[in-house]
């Protein structure tokens, strides 16, 4: 198997990282609408778009992706299209009779986002022989796949590495030793996750533990650091690198259990609501927030202008291109992510209507709140 090219980014993706997120207006600029006049669609609104995501370990699926994917697919369809939506539970093989299931009952298009993207390309290709487009989600699948939406991950990781050398300070040395907590090993996001952090980690700190997390769970997370604080010694760890929000949640416990009250820096990523008030409360430095609605919404308008026959649109929307391990010049969106911190809570997930501030300020974060300015 060829490596993985790295992903092209588009310049501007590369600029807006480092503002904030584009107005959800922009995306929606692009988009496809119910009643456009292009002409000759293959298909109307009475559409079925299959929709397999990978897990309910971390909160990101159930609690935004599929709602959002499906608001979105009613509004483009005059509500007469619709999702069926199937979750593998982190379960390669049950994911890969989802999918055949899709094909079986002849959807018309899947956006799928693999649990391991090597083991469904299979599948992949069945749907394509069956005439079906496949859109890989978030997650790049193998196999020969229509479109790829997702966000920048590369940069996802080098925000996070930078984010973490910040945390640490100026005096941050090339023998301080931090954890390095990576996601799944079935999933090239992890991969590139890691590759992003390392770009900016190396040579700055001493990465002494490194662990591909299974099935991104964060008891993984909890039990590999137990065993890294047993290794290093729980005061000599002066940061830990966690890829998502989820496994910064188990980092902790680990590293409160091994009593510790002072908790070095800790990343994190998808700006859950558990993470955003570990923020606020300083357990944990930082997340990334990706914005859902634009990587959501453009994957619903991705799915319906393909099966309506909407070309220009689709091109409209797919403009970067990746290279997947079987497929090159793959058509793509890479939507630009933020750092979100302490600092920025107020102009990311409340200002997009992700979370309201009483949510993430309830009564346990209330002075915490107050401390940082958010009322
Ligand atoms: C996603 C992350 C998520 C992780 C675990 C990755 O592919 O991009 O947002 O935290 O999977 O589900």
Not at 49 to 62: H, K
Not at 164 to 173: F, I, R, Y
Not at 323 to 331: L, V, Y
């Amino acid at each position: 198997m060829r490596p993985m090219r790295p992903l092209r980014r588009t310049a501007t993706a590369v600029a807006a990282a480092s503002t904030m997120t584009l107005s959800l207006a922009a995306c929606g600029a692009l988009g496809v609408t119910g009643d456009s006049s292009e002409a000759s669609p293959t298909k109307g609104n009475d559409i079925t778009v299959g929709l397999l995501l990978p897990e309910t370990a971390n909160t990101r699926y159930d609690k935004f992706d599929y709602p959002i994917i499906r608001s979105k697919v009613q509004e483009l369809t005059d509500k007469q299209g619709q999702v069926v939506y199937l979750n593998a539970d982190a379960d390669a093989k049950k994911q890969a009779s989802q999918l055949q299931k899709m094909i079986d009952d002849q959807v018309d298009v899947i956006l799928l986002d693999a649990v391991d993207a090597h083991a469904i390309a299979d599948g992949v290709q069945k749907a394509k022989d069956a005439g079906i487009p496949v859109i890989a989600y978030d997650r790049l699948a193998e196999g020969p796949i229509d479109a790829y939406v997702s966000f920048d991950n590369e940069l996802v990781g080098e925000v996070q590495g930078r984010t973490l050398l910040e945390a640490m300070g100026p005096d941050v040395d090339s023998s301080d030793k931090i954890v390095m907590m990576n996601g799944s090993p079935t999933d090239p996001n992890a991969k590139q996750f890691k590759a992003g952090a390392l770009s900016e980690l190396n040579g700055s700190v001493d990465v002494a533990k490194s662990y591909d997390t299974k099935d991104w769970k964060p008891e993984n997370a909890q039990a590999n650091m137990a065993q890294a604080i047993k290794s290093i010694g729980v005061n000599n760890i002066k940061g830990v690198y966690s890829a998502n929000d989820g496994m910064a949640g188990g980092v902790i416990k680990a590293l409160k259990a091994a009593g510790v009250t002072e908790l070095p820096p800790i990343t994190g990523q998808d700006a859950e609501l558990d993470g955003v008030q570990r923020i606020v409360s300083g357990e944990q430095y930082m997340s990334v927030y990706k914005s859902y609605p634009q990587e959501a919404e453009s994957a619903a308008e991705m799915a319906v202008a393909k099966v309506q026959g909407h070309d220009i649109q689709f091109d409209s929307l797919t403009q970067d291109q990746v290279d997947s391990p079987t497929d090159q010049d793959i058509r793509a969106l890479l939507v630009p992510v933020v750092a979100l911190t302490q600092d920025n809570i107020e102009e990311t997930v409340v200002a997009d209507g992700i979370y309201q501030l009483s949510e993430i300020c309830t009564a346990k974060y209330k002075a915490d709140c107050t401390s940082i300015g958010l009322k």
